[in-house]
């Protein structure tokens, strides 16, 4: 029974279900009432309108996806918790609220651009519809999500967007797919584990959706099942590329997907894996960081990324890319990079609206802008616009102007803007490095112009901003505005720097002047606080030390207290009243810590607890006196009824109640957030807003009493707020209007609550009391998330309300307060708006790590320190330095004493142990520097090898520089060239065998060559003779006749042969000379019209059509002879520089070999010796690198005295050495250096003069003064010649070496400049290549387009003529079939008149009655088929015979009188011939059959050849369309590349161009460049064309005359013919009567069927005697006589027997006969049906077309006749006379059949 009940109540639920969907179907114009769905104020004691949103200045340009487009004007963002529209033209501003207040989380626009979603924040939230562009609420899609939406999109255009996608973010993640109209869930599933940025459908498939987020990417389908429909994903497998998240991706149209990545390569995704990862070649990436959007736009790919770079893709290369074994990244380059910006993040992209211009795209700046790009790939393109700027990040400072509706504020990217509140437009803005954190508007008492901001950063810089306003018009150009389009301010303005000082080191959180406007109090996240003097232009007075980072500072009013004080909070819960210092009570001069300075100091303490419970005690006593009153009420009335007793045992049973438990505090120290001062309020008390576990609350406290010991304290006065919205929600912001009357809170909730101040006794007196959780005004208008308000602010007049928070939005509210705004303060001094002007020459602080104050200040100080110790080193270093030269002179003296008198080295030691305990501590010293050394030396030895291999392997040839010798001070150097590159060299091979992608195509469009068809009168035909007759004739056989009419037909055939080979060679009509063509043809190209390449019609010839494979080619071939070039004169210089090194030893030996003859020549024959020639460093480069010992010792002794020289001047002293009195080395006593070198000079001098007598002296030549016989003298004398000689020629020949080497020098360089001018000619060339090679780029892909379409053409064109052709061969094939079935046709008629023979008497009886009747005959068909149908037919063929046997009963009648029955033999004929008749009738109609299908056939492949030459021709046009469009592209391209520049180097006499006067032109743009050959040859070529002129001229006259002759000679030859065949017909007149075709004639001579019998009775003779002859070798001749009578019995038994088989075959034959006759008559019948209903059609429609005809003639009578009675009654009307009948009566005519109608008119 419960069973049935439950389903009896599921039964009835799913009908009320159905029921219900049925009813809340919603129709296409139901719209929602926006006003009562929006979220309001929440609002308790207050009116509604305290505030009012007036504009938005901020931009959350860091959010993900938050920029779409509305239409062609019109943007929108989210801002806070409102959808924000702004105008791009009028720079109007529309606000959109969200619902539910609980902030918004994503937007999206239906692809109608109709209606707009936005997902919302908040339990529970909302996706709200709007229509566009009134701005309606169309549709609520409810519990999509718990908590908020991160992500929406509307399904594709081809799905007119009727689904939307959606997903949540934490905790549930939740992917929903929504029927948005009907506001159904369509499907729903959880996304993932983790945070999920984006959802869409596939463009090409809305079955098909992907998510992607953190570290992840899904693939997700709509698939059906047999549970209904279902989402399935597939979660991408990352494998072996590294996790990363997935912030951008594309569906492309074949179901991959393409996505980016973290470290900016795309990842292309195939199946849930990544088949491929995507780079820049070289392994870099296509993005510097993360790639943001990626979108698929006509075949090309978009990205951004954040390295502020859009770059263009080809799609077709990336859908088919692929890894290879040897790399697993595919490498490509971009087609396009455009550069948004020098300081741009791009976060999201979106395409414009307008149709016209799809290429513009709107992009979303996370450093806070939107720029407007136009994205194509095309030089032309224009630059990016910057349309909209806003600040970047948290906003964390605002204040506003003291004077003015002005508001600045600051972000955390460290831009300041100036806005004006009520205009909304941006005043000026600026940005410095580092990010900001504080900014305080000077007050009147600092500036009162009040144009003077200060502002804080996070490096701890303190920044003094002065507004400026320009009338100028020129500098108001240079601001930027939030609205450029806009002219509206009167002034321009900029902000210029005042001051700039760092008093901290890290950031710098609050700043505070004093009421007088004299100490500057700054506080940082450091602890300190830092005090600057105002009116000494901010210098600075001291800083004291804080016990945690500083949060608050705030001055006393100067009307309260005597002394001034600084509040200051920190983070700890400190509190600090800080006594205001005095510049001239501190010394600052080592440092400016202020010691001692008055400050007090407390901790604060929660009370929280103890307000907590007090709360509940309270709550406890109102409980427990309600239960007492409850008890006695019901004791008195106890007592009543039953006495004492009772009411005494109800007291004892009561029972006690629980203790009340203390609560334990279990949170850290709370940080206090706000400190300020309330004047209405007791002397020396503030107030205090405290974050963590005491907020809620506003506490009282006061410094009274308090030290400097940081005692904890407990605030007396704590008054509590209303609930901030849940826990750990707490005040960030407190302000108080300028008129006191309302305190303002912001939350970090991005919460704005306002609070009235209860009134005092006294006027504008306002005091804080427990009254403001009972009456507030509050409103979200920040994110709920991220919009932490910072700071709130109002203007001078509390006019306007400002707010700004952590999600950079920027509001400004309309503040309705109810009294008039106060007059503005009397300042001593003001000037109005008086402009103040900026101190000059201010240098910003850049560096971060620069020098706070403080900082500053203590380097200086160890900086002097320094200084002291560093005088008091070199005091002792001049000292030391003295004492060293002491110690030289002494050694010096020392060596000049003699050496008995010396003291050795080893007396110079005064402690010897101390000498070897110093070199081993020298020694292990070293040893330890080279283990110390050893890391650092392999390390500067793999960088000394990556170093040579990046510069210098990479370089082919250095620098090399060759100088002439001796006194020649020309030189030529080398080609600093780079060696070619692998890469580079695997180009050129590659290239070298490139096939283009052009096919080989005619050159004109219109010469597209259609293959001709070979008509049917081209098919030959094969023998005339029918196959049936050729295989019975024997030629050895034949008869004379026959041989001799076949030997005629051979003739006439071999006659028909000859004219057919004089007919094909006889030339057309229309033929031209092949060698004549071609003499045309050249002429045509060279010779004819020559097309400009700038005309339109210019078709460009194929071997010119430039593509980039060819260009790519041409360009890596000239880089390759560059190369080449320089290569070949540097291999020429080394040679040189080889030379020279040659040429140097030779010159060495030789100037050996001249010193050793000059020892043995006196000194006035001796010849000065020049200088051998020495290398220069920059003349082997290649040494450069290689060092030794030697070379670093003396490289570290120039450093060395390099460095003692600085020091020297840096010190001021030249006469001492460095630290350690290593000082210069002394010069020698006894003279300069110069005199020791002349000393030395004259030793070596007199060394050489002694060398040389001695020499000559061991070579027997004796001295001058010996004495030497006559033959000695004359052999010296001839010895000293020789050796003169050889002297001269050895200083010959290097003298010869020296000018050769300078000689070959100079050559050298002469060729250089040649190859200078050769090579910066290839440079430029090189240069114009690659532009071209650019500009083809850009074209290659609709040249591939262009050339893949004519080769599909040409494709699908050849398949055509393939199936062309062979339907052609078909067509011959039965053309040659039907030929043959004619040619037994007519064999079969020619036989069967030859057996009938002329003189038969029933001749035509069997010809034409019997053999060519058509007779009806029954169609075969398939045996199987046979029976069913004969049972079927036979009822009809029987009913039919009467009609049949009827039917020839008339025919024959009509035949004629005398009938002759066909169907048997007549009398008198031969029966055999009636057999034969019929049997060749049979035949006949066999092949007449066979012969109408072969023709049916024939005329089916006719046909269709001639529809597919009928598509040939479309698709020939369709090639002629391509190909037109493929030279129109190559046109297009050909002029590209003629507009690009060409540099062509020309000298003076090359210029022909000149002015009347022979002055050179001052222009060339109107010249024309043109090859010196070409010129000189086409001058040449006038002289040429002239003589060819007057040779062609006498050529065509005697060609001319030739052809006279042969017309002439012609016509003689056609009379000739016309006479033979005259004459022939004469003679066939004569001979046969008439004129016949010998053809006929010849084939009807012959009987070739009796010539066919006679042939086989020879056959049979032949036979009989060769039987006859055997039979007579068998038997001898006596038996002849007795066996002959045998012999003619036989004979005799023979033809009995022959006569009974010719009787029997008889009798069969009559059987078919009466066979064939039977079956004749069945076809007869079939025949007579079939013709009985075709006659029966044909008469109804002859009938109907007689009787329309009869109609019409009966029509056109009746209208003659009314036409002639109105002719007689017009007669008659005008003239008098009687009425004659008609002439004829035309209707009785027409409607009388019969032949006597006439007669009865």
Not at 90 to 97: A, G, K, T
Not at 724 to 730: M, P
């Amino acid at each position: 029974g419960e069973t049935q009940q439950v389903t009896e109540g599921e039964t009835q639920q799913d009908t009320a279900t159905e029921e219900q969907l049925e009813e809340e179907f919603i129709p296409e114009d139901f719209y929602y009432d926006y006003n009562d769905h929006v979220s309001k104020p929440l609002i308790q004691g207050m009116p509604e309108d305290v505030l009012t949103l007036h504009s938005s200045l901020g931009y959350e340009c860091q959010r993900r996806s938050n920029l779409v487009v509305m239409d062609t004007d019109t943007i929108m963002f989210i801002a806070g918790n409102i959808v924000q529209m702004v105008n791009l033209l009028s720079w109007q501003h529309h606000y959109l609220r969200s619902l539910s207040g609980g902030g918004i989380g994503a937007l999206a626009v239906h692809p109608s651009h109709k209606f707009f979603a936005v997902g919302e924040k908040g339990s529970l939230p909302h996706i709200c519809i709007y229509s566009y562009p009134d701005l309606k609420l169309y549709r609520l899609l409810r519990e999509g999500t718990e908590q908020a939406y991160s992500h929406l999109d509307f399904s594709s255009v081809t799905s007119n967007g009727k689904l939307l996608a959606s997903v949540g973010s934490s905790p549930d993640y939740m992917l929903t797919v929504w029927d948005w109209k009907q506001e159904k869930i369509v499907l729903r599933s959880k996304a993932f584990s983790q945070e999920i940025y984006r959802v869409t459908f596939s463009p090409d498939n809305e079955g098909q959706l992907t998510t992607s987020g953190t570290g992840h990417i899904r693939f997700w389908k709509m698939a059906t099942t047999f549970t209904g429909l279902k989402l399935q994903g597939e979660l991408g497998k990352f494998g072996r590329t590294e996790l990363s998240d997935i912030s951008a991706y594309v569906e492309l149209p074949d179901g991959k997907v393409l996505s980016g990545s973290e470290w900016g390569n795309m990842l292309l995704w195939d199946g849930g894996f990544i088949k491929v990862e995507i780079a820049k070649k070289g392994k870099k990436s296509c993005h510097n960081g993360n790639i943001e959007a990626i979108y698929l736009d006509e075949g090309e790919l978009i990205t951004a990324g954040v390295d502020g770079l859009i770059r263009v893709w080809d799609f077709e290369t990336i859908d088919n890319a692929d890894i290879t074994e040897d790399n697993s990244v595919f490498e490509m380059e971009p087609l396009a990079e455009i550069k948004v910006g020098s300081d741009v993040s791009l976060k999201s992209l979106t395409r414009s609206a307008d149709v016209n211009t799809p290429h513009l795209w709107y992009a979303q700046d996370s450093n806070g802008a939107i720029w407007k790009i136009d994205i194509v790939v095309s030089h032309t393109r224009k630059a990016p616009e910057r349309l909209i700027t806003y600040h970047s990040g948290e906003i964390t400072g605002l204040d506003t102007s003291p004077t003015k509706h002005l508001v600045a504020s600051i972000s955390a990217n460290g831009s300041v803007r100036v806005h004006n509140c009520e205009t909304s437009e941006l005043i000026c803005q600026s940005k410095f490095t580092g990010g900001g954190s504080s900014l305080l508007w000077a007050a009147n008492t600092v500036d009162p112009a009040g144009q003077t901001l200060i502002t804080g950063y996070a490096d701890g810089v303190l920044r003094v901003l002065l507004l400026q306003h320009h009338l100028s018009s020129h500098d108001h150009r240079k601001t930027l505005s939030l609205s450029p389009a806009r002219t509206g301010l009167a002034m321009s303005s900029s902000l210029s720097l005042g001051h700039v000082c760092k008093p901290h080191n890290s950031s710098l959180t609050c700043l505070a002047i004093d009421g007088q406007g004299q100490l500057l109090a700054t506080g940082g996240a450091d602890s300190t606080v830092f005090f600057l003097s105002v009116k000494d232009n901010y210098q600075p007075v001291g800083f004291i030390s804080t016990p945690s980072a500083v949060t608050t500072l705030q001055w006393t009013p100067t009307a309260q207290l005597e002394k001034l004080k600084l509040l200051v909070c920190c983070e700890d819960g400190a509190m600090l009243e800080v006594v205001a210092p005095h510049k001239d009570l501190y010394d600052t001069s080592k440092t400016y810590l202020l010691e001692p300075l008055l400050f007090t100091c407390r901790h604060f303490s929660s009370v929280k607890d103890k307000i907590k419970k007090a709360k509940e005690e309270a709550a406890r006593n109102a409980e427990r006196e309600r239960k007492r009153k409850q008890r006695e009420a019901r004791l008195k009335k106890k007592r009543e009824k039953e006495g004492e007793d009772a009411v005494l045992s109800d007291e004892e049973e009561e029972e006690e109640e629980a203790p009340l438990e203390e609560e334990k505090q279990t949170t850290g120290i709370s940080p206090v957030l706000t400190g300020f001062y309330h004047y209405p309020q007791p002397d020396n008390t503030f107030w205090l807003t405290m974050g963590g576990y005491d907020t809620g609350y506003i506490y009282q406290c006061t410094m009274d009493g308090a030290t400097d010991d940081g005692a904890l304290y407990e605030p007396e006065v704590a008054v509590p707020l209303p609930p901030l919205g849940g826990e750990g929600r707490q005040l960030t912001a407190v302000y108080i209007s300028h008129k006191g009357q309302h305190l303002i809170t912001g939350m970090d909730n991005g919460v704005i609550r306002i609070h009235p101040l209860a009134a005092g006794s006294t006027a504008n007196a306002y005091y804080i009391t427990e009254s403001l959780q009972d009456c507030y005004w509050s409103v979200s208008v920040h994110d709920n998330d991220t919009g932490r308000v910072n700071r709130l602010v109002s203007t001078f007049d509390d006019q306007y309300v400002i707010s700004v928070g952590a999600d950079g939005n920027l509001f400004v509210f309309k503040f309705n307060s109810k009294l008039e705004p106060p007059a503005l303060p009397a300042v001593p001094g003001s000037v109005g708006d008086k402009v103040t002007s900026p101190p000059e020459d201010v240098k910003d602080i850049e560096d971060p790590r620069a020098y706070s104050i403080e900082d500053a200040k203590q380097k200086a100080e160890h900086d002097r320190k320094m200084k002291l110790a560093e005088e008091k080193k070199q005091r002792v270093r001049i000292e030391v330095s003295g004492l060293r030269k002491h110690f030289l002179q002494v050694l010096l003296r020392n060596k000049q004493l003699p050496t008995h008198l010396r003291l050795s080295a080893g007396d110079f030691i005064m402690d010897p142990e101390m000498e070897e305990k110093l070199a081993e501590q020298t020694k292990e010293k070293v040893e330890l520097v080279h283990k110390e050394m050893a890391w650092e030396l392999e390390k500067n030895r793999i960088g000394l090898n990556k170093l040579q291999m990046k510069y210098k392997a990479v370089v082919e040839f250095e620098r090399i520089v060759v100088w002439g010798m001796d006194k020649c001070n020309d030189f030529v150097s080398s080609y600093r060239a780079p060696a070619p590159s692998p890469e580079f060299l695997n180009m050129i091979l590659q290239s070298s065998g490139i096939t283009e992608l052009l096919p080989s195509a005619t050159t004109t469009a219109a010469g597209i060559s259609v293959p001709g068809t070979s008509t049917i009168s081209d098919i030959t035909s094969p023998s005339g003779q029918p196959a049936a007759l050729h295989t019975g004739i024997n030629k050895k056989g034949s008869t004379r006749r026959l041989s001799k009419m076949e030997a005629k037909r051979l003739r006439r055939e071999q006659r028909a042969k000859q004219w057919e080979a004089i007919l094909k060679r006889k030339p057309d009509d229309k033929f031209e000379d092949p060698h004549d063509a071609e003499l045309l043809r050249i002429a045509r190209d060279n010779i004819g019209d020559y097309k400009l390449k700038s005309s339109k019609d210019y078709v460009v010839p194929e071997d010119q059509q430039v593509t980039t494979d060819r260009k790519r080619h041409e360009l890596l071939l000239l880089r390759n002879k560059l190369f080449d070039y320089r290569r070949s004169y540097n291999k020429k210089l080394i040679a040189l520089r080889d030379r020279k090194v040659q040429d140097i030893t030779k010159i060495e030996q030789l100037l050996s070999k001249v010193r050793e003859l000059q020892k043995h020549l006196p000194v006035d024959k001796r010849s000065a010796l020049p200088a051998v020639p020495q290398l220069r460093p920059e003349e082997i480069p290649e040494r450069r690198m290689e060092y030794t010992d030697d070379t670093l010792v003396k490289f570290k002794e120039e450093m060395v005295v390099k460095q003692e020289a600085e020091q020297r001047a840096k010190a001021g002293a030249d006469d001492f050495g460095g630290f350690g009195g290593f000082g210069g080395a002394p010069t020698a006593p006894g003279g300069t250096e110069e005199e020791n070198k002349d000393e030395t000079v004259a030793k070596e001098q007199a060394i050489g003069s002694s060398t040389a007598t001695t020499s000559i002296s061991s070579m027997g030549i004796p001295p001058s003064d010996a004495h030497v016989s006559k033959l000695e003298a004359q052999l010296q004398k001839e010895q000293l010649i020789h050796m003169e000689y050889e002297q001269l020629q050895c200083l010959h020949e290097v003298t010869s070496l020296i000018d050769n080497f300078n000689k070959d020098l100079l050559h050298l360089r002469h060729y250089k400049y040649h190859q200078d001018v050769i090579l910066k000619t290839a440079e430029l060339r090189h240069i114009t290549l690659f532009e071209e090679l650019e500009l083809l780029k850009e074209f290659e892909k609709r040249e591939t387009t262009f050339i893949t379409r004519y080769q599909n053409k040409m494709t699908e064109r050849k398949e055509l003529e393939r199936k062309i052709s062979e339907l052609k061969k078909q067509v011959q094939r039965k053309e040659r079939e039907v030929v043959h079935l004619m040619d037994e046709e007519k064999s079969l008629h020619n036989s069967f008149s030859e057996a009938v023979g002329e003189g038969n008497k029933f001749r035509d009886f069997l010809i034409v009655r019997v053999f060519r009747k058509k007779i009806k005959r029954a169609k075969k068909k398939p045996q199987e088929k046979e029976g069913v149908e004969d049972e079927e037919n036979s009822s009809e063929e029987e009913s039919d015979s009467d009609e049949l046997s009827s039917s020839n009963d008339e025919s024959d009648s009509a035949e004629g009188v005398d009938k002759i029955d066909d169907s048997v033999c007549p009398p008198g004929c031969d029966q055999e011939l009636f057999d034969l008749a019929c049997e060749m009738r049979e035949k006949r109609m066999d092949v007449e059959e066979l012969l109408v299908e072969e023709k049916k056939s024939l005329e089916l492949l006719k046909r269709d050849v001639e529809g597919l030459r009928k598509k040939l021709k479309v698709m020939d046009s369709g090639v002629k369309s391509a190909l037109n469009d493929l030279q129109a592209f190559q046109l297009e391209k050909l002029q590209k590349l003629n507009e690009l520049d060409q540099v062509v180097v020309m000298k003076l006499h090359q210029i022909l161009h000149y002015g009347p006067d022979g002055a050179p032109p001052t222009s060339l743009g109107a010249c024309l460049v043109f090859p010196a050959p070409v010129w000189s040859r086409l001058q040449a070529r006038i002289g040429e064309l002239q003589h060819e002129k007057q040779a062609e001229r006498k050529n065509y006259k005697e060609l001319k005359l030739r052809h006279v002759k042969l017309v002439r000679e012609k016509k003689g030859l056609m009379a000739t013919v016309a006479t033979l065949e005259e004459k022939c017909q004469e003679m066939m007149m004569l001979k046969f009567g008439r004129v016949v075709d010998l053809d006929q004639l010849e084939n009807l001579t012959a009987n070739k069927m009796a010539e066919e019998l006679q042939r086989k009775i020879r056959q049979h003779e032949q036979s009989a005697s060769k039987e006859l002859t055997q039979l007579k070798v068998t038997f001898p001749a006596r038996e002849q006589v007795n066996t002959t009578h045998d012999k003619q019995a036989s004979v005799e038994q023979a033809r009995d027997d022959l006569m009974s088989v010719t009787k029997q075959n008889t009798r069969r034959l009559n059987m078919m006969t009466d066979l064939l006759n039977t079956r004749k008559e069945m076809d007869a019948k079939l025949n007579l049906r079939q013709r009985k209903m075709e006659v029966s059609l044909q008469g109804q429609q002859e009938e109907e077309m007689m009787e329309q005809q009869r109609l019409q003639h009966l029509v056109g009578l009746q209208s003659e006749e009314i036409m002639a009675l109105k002719d007689e009654i017009r007669t008659l009307s005008h003239k008098g006379g009687h009425i004659l009948p008609p002439p004829h009566a035309p209707i009785a005519a027409a409607v009388s059949n019969e032949p006597h109608a006439s007669l009865l008119h």
